[in-house]
């Protein structure tokens, strides 16, 4: 905006420009002197070093490439000869674990499409193979019985004291004849069944039995006595409403057991407590002598359809001597609670309750636990017998059978061999309840030295067990029903083993097990078996003994004026005994017994004992009872039983002479007996 005059504005200018082209002549003289240096090199490079040059620049350009190429061949076989190498050496591998992986995934696919099914019933069916009884009545016969849980809890308060005073009074004794050496005296410290009672889980009504046909439906089919026979089995069932009932009882029972070992009597007394008990199972009631009366029945028959799952712990305490005298007694206790008495009232062992009087009921003696018949079993052979001790073990299987799980019976033993077969392996056990008992079988392995055992101090087992153990292989049940519809007809029957315990009692087919056992069974009902005073002597047949009580018993320790008595029988070679009642001069028993294979000729010797600590037992008193005899006893219309009291002979009066004969008149007390022979 200044006002400059023309030639001062030129000058300006002119100078400004001059500044400006400047640059470009400095880049123009840089240009000519690079091209200067150029030709100078292109003028060197001419001639033959020139071309020779040339032609290597672009030579090595192909070589660089052929070497690329032969590189990456040579790899690549480096790569293929590798994997076809570690192709080779998987081969062994994939050739063993191939199966398992297919197997696996095959398993884990069908898992999961039974995961993904419905879980109704019959997807438990398609599951399990089979329902287990106490599902196959769930939306069916089953009732659901919250009513009843509520009646039970508020009646335990008072059934609480009467059972434990029942189960006092009745395991006591087993303990005290089933303790182990080593042990000087056992029983009950504390007994209650604490303040939450049995929760009852479903009821069910059972018709007749489980196979379908009603037991008062009569058999269409066998002669005319066993037609006979199961229209009178139907009336007596007329007489009976039979029902099964699930139960569970979690609970913190006060039960405990002092223990006095041998060493030093009451020095040495430690006290068990049974702790964290739990039990699983089903009861099996039966509501007889139905009358027109409140209640509307007369008795009540209690026993379990199954042995049932218990669980518990024992807990010791500060005991003397710590676990070396806490590991022998837990081997008697543990196996004593889980099994002796878990198998004592399973069917077709029972209790009867009296719930009326005897005028209203009347006699209750046919409702207790009676033989109908003998059950011959001749076992024929097993097959696939599975091997539990590893690849190089041995098999020495040996069958075990029973209908009761305390007259158990056994076969020879076969030596180092999977498929056994046996001759003329006849076996006998009795029959109480036809319709609904069961042949239990159970196949072992027989270990002559116990090596487990062998590494461990075990004072309980002792030098019997340890040299002669037995191992389950397999098990099985069979209904008897069938069997016993077809009396006098060897039926040929192939059982299906189970491996696992739980599986045959719930009626589950275990898949994966596929050992077989082969038996003949011959049933003989005892109303085609009359006794005959007229029978040859090499007829056998079987005594039934129940003893009850016995009465007016001598005193066996003149210091306390008591006696602790126990019955011992004996006939054709054979022995058994009661429990020995303490502290009693008259003891009440309720034992069964059996004798097999019994002559003509033959004794049945009763004698009375009482048991001694630290010197010989004495004898109290005997009775002898010959077969003979037996054959020609008459009572209420039947031959060949008796059932009443006896006198008991003290010792030493088979002498002749006054002493002998003034010993037979005193006597040595009564014992009252039902026999049959």
């Known amino acids: 905006f200044l006002r400059v005059d023309q030639p001062r504005r030129a000058a300006v200018v002119s100078k400004l420009d001059g500044q400006q082209h400047w640059p470009q002549q400095q880049q123009q003289q840089q240009l000519r002197g690079w091209r200067a240096a150029g030709s100078s090199i292109n003028s060197k490079a001419r001639g033959v070093r020139g071309w020779l040059k040339r032609k290597w620049q672009s030579g090595s350009a192909w070589v660089v490439h052929a070497l690329e190429h032969a590189a990456a061949w040579i790899l690549s076989m480096l790569w293929f000869g590798l994997c076809w190498f570690a192709g080779l050496m998987l081969k062994p591998v994939t050739a063993v674990f191939g199966p398992w992986y297919q197997y696996n995934r095959k398993l884990k696919t069908n898992s999961h499409k039974l995961l993904a099914q419905q879980l109704d019933l019959p997807a438990l069916q398609e599951a399990l193979g089979a329902l287990p009884s106490w599902l196959a009545g769930i939306g069916g016969a089953t009732e659901q019985v919250a ?136 009861m099996r009631l039966g509501l007889t002598k139905l009358v027109p009366e409140l209640p509307g029945f007369g008795a009540m028959l209690f026993s379990l359809a199954r042995q049932p799952q218990i669980k518990f712990s024992l807990d010791f305490g500060p005991a003397l001597g710590g676990r070396f005298t806490e590991k022998p007694v837990a081997n008697f206790l543990d196996p004593f609670i889980r099994d002796t008495l878990a198998t004592m009232l399973v069917w077709p062992n029972r209790v009867v309750v009296p719930l009326l009087p005897r005028d209203v009921t009347g006699n209750l003696d046919d409702l207790g636990l009676h033989s109908v018949g003998v059950l011959e079993v001749e076992v024929l052979s097993a097959s696939q017998l599975p091997k539990k001790g590893g690849a190089f073990s041995t098999v020495d299987p040996q069958v075990e059978l029973w209908t009761q799980p305390q007259h158990r019976v056994t076969s020879s033993v076969k030596k180092s061999t999977r498929n056994p077969k046996w001759k003329n392996q006849h076996l006998e056990v009795l029959v109480q309840e036809p319709n609904s008992q069961q042949l239990r079988v159970v196949l072992q392995d027989i270990d002559m030295l116990n090596f487990k055992e062998l590494l461990q101090v075990n004072l309980l087992r002792g030098a019997s067990n340890l040299m002669r153990s037995a191992n389950p292989i397999g098990r099985a049940g069979l209904p008897l029903r069938d069997i016993c519809n077809s009396p006098y007809k060897r039926q040929e029957v192939e059982l299906r083993l189970s491996g696992s315990e739980w599986a045959y009692e719930l009626g589950v087919v275990d898949e994966g097990f596929t050992a077989t ?81 019994v002559t003509v000729p033959d004794t049945l010797t009763v004698q009375v004992w009482d048991r001694d600590t630290f010197k010989p037992d004495d004898l109290l008193g005997f009775v002898e009872l010959p077969v003979k005899t037996m054959l020609t006893w008459t009572q209420r219309g039947g031959r060949g039983w008796r059932d009443g009291w006896w006198r008991l002979q003290p010792k030493g009066s088979k002498g002749w002479g006054r002493r002998g004969k003034q010993q037979q008149m005193e006597g040595a007390g009564r014992i009252e007996m039902k026999v049959q022979y």
Request: hydrophobic residues 40%.
């Open 147 to 282: 009513w009843l849980n509520t009646l039970l809890a508020q009646v335990w308060p008072v059934v609480d004291p009467v059972v434990s005073e029942l189960i006092r009074s009745t395991i006591e004794p087993l303990l005290d004849d089933m303790k182990p050496p080593f042990i000087a005296a056992m029983g009950f410290q504390k007994l209650t069944l604490g303040e939450v009672p049995v929760q009852l889980e479903g009821i069910r009504v059972i018709g007749g039995d489980k196979q379908g046909r009603s037991a008062s439906e009569p058999a269409q089919d066998g002669s005319a006595s066993s037609r006979a026979d199961t229209a009178k089995q139907a009336a007596h069932d007329d007489d009976r409403i039979e029902m099964e009932v699930d139960f569970r009882w979690v609970c913190e029972p006060n039960i405990s057991f002092f223990v006095e070992l041998a060493m030093a009597g009451p020095l040495t007394r430690m006290v068990v407590k049974l702790a964290n008990l739990s039990a699983r199972g089903t």
């Open 517 to 597: 056992l082969a038996l003949a069974l011959t049933y003989r009902p005892f109303t085609e078996l009359k006794a005959s005073s007229s029978a040859p002597i090499s007829c056998r047949g079987v005594i039934i003994v129940d003893v009850r009580q016995c009465v007016d018993l001598p005193a066996g320790d003149w210091e306390s004026g008591d006696s602790d008595p126990y019955v011992l029988l004996k006939v054709a070679g054979q022995k058994q005994q009661t429990v020995v009642m303490p502290h009693t001069r008259s003891p009440v028993y309720n034992a069964h017994f059996e004798f097999f294979n």
